[in-house]
């Protein structure tokens, strides 16, 4: 599988390319499309996928690393 994950200031993660989601017990979740926006707020109505009220709670990611890059 190859993809990439941008994460959108203040906003979800996108998600491109050829990946596969599932759910904390290891059920796959169908994306419906192979560039999907995930939240990252923990707001959604419709998580893992980002509905956009990221912007209505003002939600703030954080810009800079306090730890090393994991390995």
């Known amino acids: 599988m190859s993809?990439?994950?941008?994460?959108?200031?203040d906003g979800p993660l996108i998600v491109r390319g050829d990946f596969e989601?599932?759910?904390?017990?290891?059920?796959?979740?169908?994306p419906g499309?192979?560039?999907v926006a995930l939240c990252r707020c923990g707001r959604s109505a419709i998580k893992p996928f980002c509905d956009g009220t990221h912007k209505a709670v003002r939600f703030k990611a954080g810009t800079g690393r306090e730890s090393p890059a994991p390995r």
């Open 21 to 30: 989601l599932r759910t904390p017990d290891g059920q796959p979740i169908d």
């Open 33 to 35: 499309r192979g560039t």
């Open 3 to 9: 993809a990439s994950i941008v994460p959108y200031e």
